[in-house]
């Protein structure tokens, strides 16, 4: 394939005639190996439609699959197509779609669950054994010129929420889905472990559910200054070292000013969770949110007896329209987070990807299509 995919667009041209493009995409091949090359669509249902997708954000999860080939028990074991947390413009609507028509820009929510199950019944769809979410194999993904989705996990965007911004539902709704879980509100004391992307939505959702005071706590200096600037009331600066964990308890407590009612762990590692555990109130709540260790050593026995509840959260539900609503009132404002853009060329693809990857100064990185 040539640079930019140049070669491949020009044999898919070819092979359309008449004018018709043929659709691209970012197929994850091998590791740390992306290539656009076509990607053939599946007939639009009666309930389905099809979106021309003009926004991209790529998530830790895309960059893990790219390095490793794998995220926990998903394994990729063909090529699959990137990308899941997406917007773009609806193309074609089935005829059984009402609520959407040729032109609206939409989010798009990316798990399809089977709606049979008792989780589904029982709505929590997001726990479904037959999900087929974006981008998790052996399911492709949205880094593509078109996608065929269902027409009623596509949510029109007001006319002040930008094709980007709805892209950012996705993460989120991640944010949000954990502040439910956790109960926060607003006489609820919230410390945020971890100021990578995920901390800081939920930093911002954590605020719009009304949390009167919020610190975050990260090991980076530049994630700890783009927290404040979000609204953190403080942001606490810890080691990666277990035996700090007393110490900066201290120092966290001593800058909430109060109780720490709940509190979200983003980062999913061994000393995260006990920080979380050892700085919670007795009665108050832990949610684990971030996924670093599949398995971790945690002082479970004195958060049990101060009765502190843990719970978990996996990915979201019934999030979109509350995210919209947040992004068309201007209670979230998640546009700083966006920290760089690239095309859709085999170029942009390469050079994105290693800029998420790198970390540094880089929060979102978006694909304009």
């Known amino acids: 394939m040539g640079k930019g995919g140049k070669g491949a667009e020009a044999a898919a041209a070819a092979v359309a005639g008449a004018g018709e493009e043929e659709n691209m995409a970012a197929w994850l091949v091998a590791k740390n190996n992306l290539k656009i090359m076509p990607f053939k669509l599946p007939p639009v249902g009666p309930y389905d439609v099809r979106v021309r997708m003009k926004a991209v954000g790529i998530c830790g999860s895309d960059v893990h699959y ?63 054994e037959d999900m087929k979410f974006f981008a998790t194999p052996p399911v492709h993904g949205s880094l593509a010129n078109q996608i065929v989705h269902p027409g009623d996990l596509c ?21 949000v889905h954990a502040c439910r879980r956790a109960d926060v ?19 911002l959702a954590a605020r719009a559910f009304g949390a009167p005071r919020v610190v975050i706590v990260d090991v980076d200096e530049h994630r700890l200054s783009v927290a404040r600037s979000l609204g953190a ?28 009612d709940v509190s979200l762990d983003c980062a999913g590692f061994s000393k995260t969770v006990a920080t ?37 959260i996996f990915r979201y539900k019934d999030t979109w329209p509350l995210c919209i609503e947040l992004l068309r009132s201007g209670k979230i404002d998640v546009k700083p987070l966006i920290t760089h853009r690239f095309g859709f060329s085999q170029e942009d693809v390469e050079a994105a990807f290693e800029v998420s990857a790198r970390g540094r100064d880089a929060i979102k990185v978006m694909f304009n299509l």
């Open 155 to 175: 949510f029109k965007l007001p006319e002040n929420v930008s094709l980007e911004e709805g892209a950012m539902c996705e993460p989120l709704s991640v944010g």
């Open 185 to 203: 509100g607003p006489e609820t004391g919230v410390l945020i472990m971890g100021a990578g992307p995920i901390g800081l939505v939920t930093l």
């Open 66 to 128: 790219l390095r490793e080939m794998r995220v926990a028990h998903f394994v990729v074991k063909e090529p699959m197509v990137i990308g899941h947390e997406c917007a773009g413009v609806i193309e074609e609507v089935g005829s059984g779609v009402t609520h959407l028509a040729v032109g609206d820009r939409v989010a798009l929510e990316p798990g399809i669950s089977c709606w049979r199950c008792r989780h589904c019944k029982g709505g929590r769809y997001n726990l479904c």
């Open 233 to 260: 009331d403080a942001a606490v600066r810890v080691s990666a070292r277990a035996e700090d964990v007393g110490e900066e308890v201290e120092r966290i407590s001593t800058a909430m000013g109060g109780d720490i």
């Open 276 to 312: 979380a555990l050892q700085a919670t109130r007795g009665g108050g709540k832990v949610c684990l949110v971030g996924m670093g260790h599949n398995e971790m050593t945690v002082p479970l026995t004195s958060a049990a007896i101060r009765e502190v509840d843990v719970v978990g």
